[in-house]
């Protein structure tokens, strides 16, 4: 009788053969595949070619005015770089447009280190994000006290007010959405009908017909003298829409949940909010981080629709900006730019997702 | 052995799933320290009855009353039953965002509002107990069943309680896992825990019970010490079983 020996472990085949050798399985594997990426690279070559060509070849970056671009093949970026400071602080008053810029800086010190690694307090910096900085925020861009001057509502505008909208958006729906979604799974009939029927209302009406009620016919509904701002009016608008949205992306997380979670934290004395929030939520809401920022990503480009009870978001006033008679046929950049603009920002926000989505995997469930 | 005061008292116990009498006239008292064996079929009801002693279900008629306490309505006192009551389960229910000694360190911190130094110190002692203290920063999902079971085990008893109940703990492991994960129990069980398993382990029931108890659709056909229950069954479907799960 022997003993069992295992065979020694061997290293996989060999499977990285360099450029060509991915090129000969990935593209040339056959007639059919060759003539395929044939094909494909012309294609792609044709139509890259000429917009590389118009957004930087031919482009025209520096100049004075209309007339540096007139006889320009290419962009007329300078129309851009004019225009910039409008498409940033909209009318804000030019003098106390610092009090924005600490604002934007503020928010790219706390949201910028979370893309990176190895930085401490991040933890503490995102807290903030969510709770000190949207009430400094407040005060530094509506002044009116801390001896600031006030700024009205309607001059605020541009990618601030962009960027506005969709933050109290962001920080303020998840949390609304959390609330629902746990309520609508509740086993009070009081509470649960109460979630379902603001769900399905909010959820059931587009966000324009939303906006217009809050600008146009809630005035009418109130007392006489009884008055909020409009601004305020569109972020409660748009906070109450996305939180139904939410409220079911997160419905779907907790139904995911086994319910062998919910009996041991119960078997361990562990009451319902305690459960939720050390065993039931971080589970569901890392389950469905693509749907959550599906939601925000969704969120930041609906806030456009603001134009229609007038309020100037960037896109508003690039749009009024490429009418403007003493620039000559400047739409493509405008549109180039407010698309760049938004596709940055939810750019980011997908890959802030996936890498939080890495960070949190811990092995397969159960 | 057994001290005058009872652990668990069920009396006249009744419990149905809408329409389906679930469990019928459940008497039982277990003595503190008194280690309890419940056999029978799948569907007899013997998982639904140890899961009414910490009302993961509801009993609809009848009495329980656990530690002194009767279990109501009351989430008080569902509450303070449930810090003295340990819980093991078929599918080990480990929390897979949170690494082994967070599980373990969960509970004492969050439910006895311990100090987060303590309780961890504590979790270390009883991850050595069930011998896997190096596996302290790992996630669940990265551990066999009989590791994760092990876990399961510890975090119960990182929470000091004096009663502990298995859900069947093994039958989701595989042969080889099994005796790590009864060692843990036999060990505990020498140490005097008041323990109602259920399981089809018959070596560790011959091992460790006190008494053994075979249920049936829904009601406690045979109690009796092991050695007499296996030896010399008294009812005719007890017999049946045994012959039956032995047999193979």
Partial sequence: MSDFVPLPNMPPPNLSKGI?????????SSPINSIISVVGLYFVITFLTPIIDWVFISAVWTGEGNAACVEATGACWIFIGDRLPIFFYGIYPPEQIWRLDICFVLLA?????????????KKYLAIFSLTGLPLIGYFLISGGSFGLESVPTEKWGGLSLTLLLAYV???AALPIGVVLALGRRSK???????????????RGVPLISVLFMASVMLPLFLPDGMNFD???RALIGITMFQSAYMAEVIRGGLQAIPGGQYEAASAMGLGYWKQMRLVILPQALKLVIPGIVNTFIALFKDTTLVLIIGLLDVLALVQSAIEDPSWKAVETEGYFFAALCFWLFCFSMSRYSQKLERKLHTGHKR | MTTNKPAVELIGMNKWYGEFHVLKDINLTVAEGERIVICGPSGSGKSTMIRCINRLEEHQAGQIIVNGIELTEDLKRIDEVRREVGMCFQHFNLFPHL???ENCTLGPIW??????????DIAMHFLERVKIPEQADKFPGQMSGGQQQRVAIARSLCMNPKIMLFDEPTSALDPEMIKEVLDVMVELANEGMTMLCVTHEMGFAKMVADRVIFMDAGQIVEENNPHEFFDNPQNDRTKLFLSQIIGH
């Fill in chain 1, 20 to 28: 060509v050798g991915w090129a000969k399985t990935n593209l040339f």
């Fill in chain 1, 109 to 121: 010190l706390s949201f910028g280190p979370q893309f990176f690694e190895g930085i401490p307090y």
């Fill in chain 1, 169 to 171: 958006g962001i920080v």
């Fill in chain 1, 188 to 202: 009070m009939p009081v509470i649960r009908t109460f979630c379902v029927c603001f769900i399905e209302m909010w």
């Fill in chain 1, 230 to 232: 409009k601004l305020l």
């Fill in chain 2, 99 to 101: 690494t082994v000694l």
């Fill in chain 2, 111 to 120: 439910v006895r509002k311990m100090p987060k130094k303590e309780a961890e």
